[in-house]
T-cell receptor, first 114, second 108 residues
Framework: NAGVTQTPKFQVLKTGQSMTLQCAQD?????MYWYRQDPGMGLRLIYY???????DKGEVPNGYNVSRLNKREFSLRLESAAPSQTSVYFC?????????????FGPGTRLTVL | RKEVEQDPGPFNVPEGATVAFNCTYS??????FFWYRQDCRKEPKLLMS???SGNEDGRFTAQLNRASQYISLLIRDSKLSDSATYLC?????????FGAGTQVVVTP
């Protein structure tokens, strides 16, 4: 049981390049989330998926797209990277029952955009 | 104004001492509250949920004050391994709001 996995762990992009961050969970969770974490700020929600086939915008969705490929996988795409997207990205999932259940986080992707 | 606010610290604590810190939240309709722990450059992990009547988990005690809209975390008999950033998390209708964290440094 690997929990939540993310790839890659580190990435450096040039402004304007595109890339996809991958996330997978093996806990049979319905809900999955993408956050970014910047120094001095709390985690901010980019997009989430309450269930397979649905996605919704979070607090800071501009410049990102997502795909809920199946129940296990939820990817985040940067179509044209900007220096403002330099951040640590965390994927998370939440177990069925939802209500007050906690979220489980992946190890993060550290992205630098030059 | 941020939805969830925390003193960033750092709180420098001698080993064996007690440290306590608070978190304030702005949404009075918030339903659930949590403390997460985040080690340097790692993912956040749940430390404990915070219940209305207050709760303990070993050396950790969490309190909720709905009237004043804050939660607190107290760590007794601090260990070197308690050094981390503690994130306050507030759940409002399934949406988690994260504080920026309070850094705790336990020194020998």
């Amino acid at each position: 049981n690997a929990g939540v996995t993310q790839t890659p762990k580190f990435q450096v992009l040039k402004t304007g390049q595109s890339m996809t961050l991958q996330c997978a969970q093996d806990m049979n969770h319905n809900s999955m989330y993408w956050y970014r974490q910047d120094p001095g700020m709390g985690l901010r929600l980019i997009y989430y998926s309450a269930s397979e086939g649905t996605t919704d915008k979070g607090e800071v969705p501009n410049g990102y797209n997502v795909s809920r490929l199946n129940k296990r996988e939820f990817s985040l795409r940067l179509e044209s990277a900007a220096p403002s997207q330099t951040s640590v990205y965390f994927c998370a999932s939440r177990r069925p029952g939802e209500s007050t259940d906690t979220q489980y986080f992946g190890p993060g992707t550290r992205l630098t955009v030059l | 104004r941020k939805e969830v606010e925390q003193d960033p610290g750092p709180f420098n604590v001698p080993e064996g001492a007690t440290v306590a810190f608070n978190c304030t939240y702005s949404n009075s309709a918030s339903q659930s509250f949590f403390w997460y722990r985040q080690d340097c450059r790692k993912e956040p992990k749940l430390l404990m949920s915070v219940y209305s009547s207050g709760n303990e988990d070993g050396r950790f005690t969490a309190q909720l004050n709905r009237a004043s809209q804050y939660i607190s975390l107290l760590i007794r008999d601090s260990k070197l391994s308690d050094s981390a950033t503690y994130l306050c998390v507030v759940d409002s209708w399934g949406k988690l709001q994260f504080g920026a964290g309070t850094q705790v440094v336990v020194t020998p």
